[in-house]
């Protein structure tokens, strides 16, 4: 079992950046590709960034690939997403999320199903 908590979400301007960051519990949270998911207000939860057990590979979503880079400390237990030139259409509430226990150290899925835990959420709202 894995629980997760989110943090570092708030009010940032469009151009601007943000540091969100995952807190995991447990004593597994490195045998779980890790994952960011995003959701809108009126709209259904997107993926936007995984990365694999230890890190080796990652997979962005395109609308912000390029922009924002998820990483993951092992050792602290912690997945991080860093957002940059942060635009309107960014804001939503950013959800973290656990994959599959085991398999391959560079798999990775933007797969909601494949998620099995999930954070309660932090918000991100970027204004232009």
């Known amino acids: 079992q894995v629980q997760l908590v989110e943090s570092g979400g708030g009010s940032v301007q469009a151009g601007g950046s943000q540091r969100l960051s995952c807190a995991a519990s447990?004593?597994?949270?490195?045998?779980?590709?890790m994952g960011w998911f995003r959701q809108a207000p009126g709209k259904e939860r997107e993926f936007v960034a995984a990365i694999s057990r230890i890190g080796a590979s990652k997979y962005y979503a395109d609308s912000v690939k390029g922009r924002f880079t998820i990483s993951r400390d092992n050792a602290k237990n912690t997945l991080y997403l860093q957002m940059n030139s942060l635009k309107p259409e960014d804001t939503a509430v950013y959800y973290c999320?656990?994959?599959?226990?085991?398999?391959?150290?560079?798999?990775?899925?933007?797969?909601?199903?494949?998620?099995?835990?999930w954070g309660q959420g932090t918000q991100v709202t970027v204004s232009s």
């Open positions: 999320a656990a994959g599959p226990l085991g398999g391959s150290f560079d798999y990775v899925t933007p797969r909601t199903e494949e998620y099995n835990y």
């Open positions: 447990g004593r597994t949270f490195s045998s779980h590709c």
